[in-house]
């Protein structure tokens, strides 16, 4: 999946345009989940001179989540509370040779506490792990990197607390 990933990444640098994909996976992990910290990874220094900041990105998130009433955990506390977990934010950005636009993508990773049983080290493993995921790739110009990663990212974090509501409260999803 990375391979292919990097692959169509470098074909959207190389030729700008309007395009996204969407993917998610997993939801059942979410069941025992009871809040949530959000860590973002450090964005590129080109497009943090364009206006995209990590400070920016978590705000924006932890207000979504925080409006859905999901609870918050500090990036160093999560895993101290039963069901804790966190939400890894990474947006990785290539600029067109152009200079005028970006390719970008968006990756949402739920990682939560998990144990490997492990019969041949004669132990347990605890450790994280991601457990949900959702992305997407797309095209966002220089003068919109804000409003346009921002969309984005809102219907992954939305993503998010659909699969989140739907197994803690069994909604059933509207196929439309």
Avoid at 63 to 91: C, S, T, V
Wanted: charged share 25%; net charge negative; aromatic share 10%.
């Amino acid at each position: 999946m990375k391979t292919s990933l990097l692959l169509f990444l470098i074909l959207v640098i190389s030729t700008p345009t309007d395009f996204s994909f969407v993917y998610a996976d997993d939801k059942e992990s979410l069941t025992d989940v009871t809040g949530v910290a959000v860590i973002v990874e450090e964005i590129s220094p080109t497009v943090r001179k364009d206006g995209l900041k990590e400070k920016y990105i978590k705000e924006f998130t932890e207000d979504m989540l925080n409006r859905a009433n999901i609870i918050l955990y500090k990036e160093d506390k999560w895993f101290q509370k039963f069901g804790g977990a966190f939400l890894l934010i990474k947006i990785i950005t290539g600029k067109f040779k152009t200079g005028d636009s970006y390719a970008v993508f968006i990756d949402v990773d739920l990682h939560q506490t998990v144990v490997l049983f492990g019969t041949k080290l004669g132990k347990n493993i605890t450790t994280t792990a991601s457990t949900w995921s959702a992305g997407v790739l797309l095209s966002c110009s220089v003068e919109d990197i804000k409003p346009c990663v921002a969309k984005s990212l809102g219907g992954l974090v939305q993503l998010f607390i659909n699969d989140y509501e739907e197994v803690k409260y069994k909604i059933p999803v509207d196929p439309n």
